[in-house]
């Protein structure tokens, strides 16, 4: 059972535009979550994180958005450049990361010109 | 620092070979993991260690699958014997934290079972 989903494989996003990329979770310990980009034949590198305690964490044009209520965590990106098109993952840990980082499945952003 | 090095990038296997996948983690990192990708699951979380003990192996999907981490600064993934369904790429990472400060992972070894 998928504990954190991310369910579009891919998104389309025109440079210049703001890239939406959406993560859900379905457990309620996790308390810390973080995006990773990973370009091909790379591993993936840290992006942002965002602790439960708020509600939206920012870092240059990367901003993070968590609605515990909803367990719903977005990635802001303003404006897309041609250099973000990577796939995103979204993960998540609980008891301080007790159990590791969960990960989606990943979304694959491509950004046009 | 070099960052976390896995070798070999990339494996062709036969079935029923045996293959070991290895790690070096950054200096200084306590906690290392092995994750497997895959088109169908994602990033799965294999096995962790901690000050080169293993802590949680529950991810490891069979008895083929074993490893081990004799020092700080090395670790290996054993798979013995191989099976196609086994064709993945397998990333390494390692952290100074277990999931606050997030991961740096390897660049991956992307392993082909015929």
């Known amino acids: 059972d998928q504990q954190v989903k991310q369910n579009s494989p891919s998104l389309s996003v025109q440079e210049g535009r703001i890239s939406i990329l959406n993560c859900d979770y379905t457990?309620?310990?996790?308390?810390?979550f973080l995006w990773y980009k990973k370009y091909p034949a790379e591993g993936p590198t840290f992006l942002i994180s965002i602790s439960s305690i708020k509600d939206k964490n920012e870092d240059g044009r990367f901003t993070v958005f968590l609605n515990k209520s909803a367990k719903h965590l977005s990635l802001h990106i303003v404006p897309s450049q041609p250099g973000d098109s990577a796939v995103y993952f979204c993960a998540a840990s609980a008891w301080g990361g007790a159990d590791g980082l969960t990960f989606g499945k990943g979304t694959h952003l491509i950004i046009q010109p | 620092d070099a960052g976390v090095i896995q070798s070999p990038r990339h494996e062709v296997t036969e079935m029923g070979q045996e293959v070991t996948l290895r790690c070096k983690p950054i200096?200084?990192?306590?906690?290392l993991f092995w994750y497997r990708q895959t088109m169908m699951r994602g990033l799965e979380l294999l096995i962790y260690f901690n000050n080169n003990v293993p802590i949680d192996d529950s991810g490891m999907p069979e008895d083929r699958f074993s490893a081990k981490m004799p020092n700080a600064s090395f670790s290996t993934l054993k798979i013995q014997p191989s099976e196609p369904r086994d064709s993945a790429v397998y990333f390494c990472?390692?952290?100074?934290?277990?999931?606050?400060?997030?991961?740096?992972f390897g660049s991956g070894t992307r392993l082909t079972v015929v």
């Open positions: 990472a390692s952290s100074s934290d277990r999931g606050g400060n997030g991961y740096t």
């Open positions: 200096s200084g990192h306590d906690y």
């Open positions: 457990n309620s310990m996790f308390d810390y």
